[in-house]
């Protein structure tokens, strides 16, 4: 069994439709690249798995079933924008979570704000957006999923940092878990991915192995990246 299954997923919004058609299949271990330019549907698939949409037609399955309240404990999802009580210090975000998350361990999130040299004690309203993002980050790696869905990751860090945070997701995700990466950053997350999804205006343009679409392109994913969505 698949631990994700899009199946003939499609979306409309006021009669416009933003998803057409969708078909994905992501089984445990991988680290897949949901990777389009802006606007091009891929938030829009990501609210659909998290169950914060409901699809015009189609169906999303998480280990065989429906997304609901059990398909929330195991999936850990960093969503573009924070929703944070930006009131709040680092020290009370990591116990909000340990109190809603049975599944987080607070034990990995100090360790892991150590390693990224951030104030446990500080409020996110006094901190850049980059570092509330490393917080974010922080959060959704600490907790023990089966899938983690980040949707863009690295937008508001400098690229100095991109590939800590990289290398963060790459060690701290279970065993036996995926994960998922939205971004139009192609380049900086590229060496990490093991599958990719290209979408384009709501369609499913290219799907594959990282390495197999490199072999028959004779290229960079990057490069496939900036040759599909050129201006």
Do not use: W
Request: charged share 35%; aromatic share 6%.
């Amino acid at each position: 069994m698949e631990l994700l299954e899009c199946i003939h997923l499609s979306k409309e919004f006021d009669n416009k439709k933003v998803l057409k058609d969708i078909n994905i299949k992501i089984p445990r271990g991988k680290i897949v690249g949901l990777l389009g330019k802006n606007g091009m549907g891929k938030t829009t698939i990501i609210k659909l798995i998290n169950d914060l949409l409901t699809p015009t037609s189609g169906e999303v399955l998480i280990n065989g079933k429906r997304p609901s309240v059990e398909s929330k404990k195991i999936i850990s999802y960093l969503p573009e924008r924070t929703y944070l009580d930006k009131g709040m210090t680092v020290k009370e975000t990591f116990k909000f979570f340990e109190e809603f998350y049975d599944n987080f361990d607070s034990k990995k999130a100090y360790e892991l704000l150590k390693k990224l040299d951030l104030d446990k004690d500080m409020k996110l309203t006094k901190m850049s957006k980059g570092m509330q993002e490393k917080v974010q980050l922080i959060l959704v790696m600490s907790r023990k999923a089966d899938l983690y869905i980040l949707d863009e990751p690295l937008g508001g860090v400098d690229p100095a940092t991109r590939d800590y945070i990289l290398d963060t997701i790459l060690s701290n995700f279970n065993e036996g878990a995926s994960v998922i990466i939205s971004t139009h950053l192609i380049a900086d997350i590229e060496r990490i991915l093991d599958e990719v999804i290209f979408i384009d205006k709501g369609k499913i343009v290219l799907t594959g192995s990282a390495d197999d679409v490199r072999k028959r392109e004779k290229t960079s994913i990057d490069e496939v990246f900036r040759r599909m969505f050129k201006c």
